[in-house]
């Protein structure tokens, strides 16, 4: 059975960073594309951030310059390191990992950015 399982949200001020990680296992890491998401009260699901097998991360413009996603595939993690944090930044954030066209999701981690 695939899991994946965040961690590393939490209240932070406006300006700060932190560092989230989300863990795979159940399936051969290599074998996931990645990406992050995240949905704020009232709001849709919104992309943020794809780290797909053999290609750099992208991003969504509102993070960019902000936020950086990496992968480290001995570990079956990845990361979302959020630096410059706003109030709309304010989530939670939940991975997804994507195989054969069946997507798999975390049960997401929440982020608070005070003002």
């Known amino acids: 059975q695939v899991q994946l399982v965040e961690s590393g949200g939490g209240l932070v001020q406006a300006g700060g960073s932190l560092r989230l990680s989300c863990v795979a296992s159940?399936?051969?890491?290599?074998?996931?594309?990645m990406a992050w998401y995240r949905q704020a009260p009232g709001n849709q699901r919104e992309w943020v951030a794809d780290?797909?097998?053999?290609?750099?991360?992208y991003y969504v413009d509102s993070v960019k310059g902000r936020f950086t996603a990496s992968r480290d595939n001995a570990k079956n993690t990845v990361y979302l390191q959020m630096n410059s944090l706003k109030p709309e930044d304010t989530a939670v954030y939940s991975c997804?990992?994507?195989?054969?066209?069946?997507?798999?999701w975390g049960q997401g981690t929440q982020v608070t950015v005070s003002s």
């Open positions: 997804k990992g994507n195989y054969l066209g069946r997507d798999y």
């Open positions: 159940g399936i051969t890491f290599n074998h996931l594309d």
């Open positions: 780290i797909s097998r053999g290609s750099s991360p």
